[in-house]
């Protein structure tokens, strides 16, 4: 036992852990990442500001480059009984497609996010969506209630092609 209590004062000289705890890393390199966490503010800051302009939107590019729509069409979004999702043309009233519980998820997704600006302003879930395939290959969702384009191909081409399916 005595061993045992002479061993543990033995370590006791080295902090208890028999290695240093000093800041190994070099000052360097915490000068360099002080210095991109500063200059990713100040980009940040200027941005805010008006100073530098921020990237532009798929649609102000679209606008840029005079893309014209190559496939539209005005559609209507609505829940059915049993977890589907009938999707009609908002211009002849026929139905375009009805999705199943399944097959649904990433249009739900999609109306989901944007029916939330809806209910904000008080719009009718029904009022009608665009959906344009561009000259560019672009293809969008925009609201005809609030104009808030979402930009289907950032979602894949699985997602996509989800949408680009209600086109045919």
Known sequence: MTSASHSHSHHGSHGGHGH????????GALVMACGVVLFTLALTGATQLGWIA???????VRAAEAATPLQSRVLRFADAQNGKVMVTDAVTGETVHVYGEEGSGFIRGVLRGMGRGRHVRGIPMDAPYELN????????????????????????????????????
Do not use: I, Y
């Open 133 to 168: 395939h561009w000259s560019d290959g672009s293809l969008s969702l925009t609201d005809t209630a609030t104009n808030r384009v979402v930009e289907l191909g950032a979602f894949g081409p699985t997602n996509r092609a989800t949408f680009q399916a209600l086109l045919q």
């Open 54 to 60: 921020p990237s532009p939107s798929a649609s102000d």
């Open 20 to 27: 240093s705890h000093e800041n190994t890393v070099p000052k």
